[in-house]
């Protein structure tokens, strides 16, 4: 099929299934791309914490922070599903930074995000990029303000409310009274943003070539697993990524190294319009557009 008949037959595939998307994939080699809406911003939750490892590890590069540091953390006491790591524990723990790294990029754990993000502002990380020329790419606020959203405050049988709640409240110009769903107070970027930072990780130019390595070693090393790592991983293939999910929304980003040597980066932004917490056939679906992206890429 011509990329037209793909771009159009994707489009649908994705109002169907309830979900408005933007998506963009990239041969990191030639630079040959293909996407939707991929300049649309959109809040992307924790796929802000490749941007905050970014920053932290450039600063451990210019010796402002020692990785070998023990930082005291403090229990996140988060008792509603979804969060992973020290933002479950009961305790006080003393983590190593380094280790936070790991926990915060590739566990995904918001608690040791916003220990890391306590020695690097929003603010400061926001700066970094800068610094090294990704501008599509903000960060406002720390990721527990993720887990101060309506679905807090239903009982878990009653999740579905919180996403009506979502759905509807939001207007045209995507603002809306959840400040971490809000474009204009939330953590936000665009495929194109995110791609370009993947581009910068893979293909380093500004990055530090030792900061790119270990970031793209954490996003390897990522335990979430069931969105667009089944149609991208393989024993043939190698896929790199970090999830974002608050809400309606369901994201994903990463670079699929094949074994005959074309990389591909992949960002994958949603938001559905179904009020459920649970949507398998959400997660297939954009794995399902994004692996056909690739394909188009790839063999075409």
Do not use: C
Not at 68 to 80: E, F, L
Not at 237 to 265: C, I, M, P, Y
């Amino acid at each position: 099929m011509g990329m037209t008949t793909v771009l159009r037959a994707a489009r649908e595939a994705l109002d169907d299934g309830g979900l408005r998307g933007s998506f963009l994939v990239r041969d990191l080699d030639t630079g040959d791309e293909i996407g939707i809406d991929a300049d649309l911003e959109f809040p992307v939750a924790s796929l802000i914490k490749i941007p905050l490892a970014v920053a932290t590890l450039e600063r451990i590069a210019r010796d402002e922070l020692d990785p070998a540091t023990q930082i005291v953390v403090q229990p996140g006491r988060i008792a509603t599903p979804g969060p992973t790591g020290l933002s479950k524990f009961r305790h006080p723990a003393t983590v190593a930074l380094d280790d936070l790294l790991y926990l915060s990029t590739a566990i995904s754990d918001g608690t040791a995000a916003d220990a890391l993000l306590a020695l690097t502002p929003p603010a400061a990380v926001t700066a970094q990029l800068r610094r090294l020329g990704y501008d599509g790419i903000t960060v406002r606020h720390l990721t527990r303000d993720l887990t101060e959203t309506p679905a807090e405050r239903f009982a878990p049988s009653e999740t579905h409310l919180a996403h009506s709640l979502a759905i509807a409240a939001a207007t045209p110009g995507q603002g809306q009274p959840v400040a971490s769903l809000d474009i204009s107070r939330a953590n936000t970027g665009s495929a194109r943003a995110l791609v370009d930072l993947m581009q910068g990780l893979w293909r380093p130019t500004t990055i530090k070539p030792a900061v790119a390595a270990r970031v793209r070693e954490l996003m390897a090393d990522s335990v979430q697993r069931h969105r667009l790592a089944p149609d991208f991983a393989s024993d043939a293939s190698r896929w790199s990524s970090k999830t974002g999910t608050l809400l309606n929304l369901r994201h994903e980003v990463g670079v699929v190294e094949h074994a005959d040597g074309q990389t591909f980066a992949v960002a994958a932004l949603t938001e559905s319009r179904v009020p459920a917490a649970v949507q398998p056939g959400a997660e297939a679906l954009m794995a399902q557009v994004a692996r056909t992206l690739r394909d188009q890429l790839r063999w075409h």
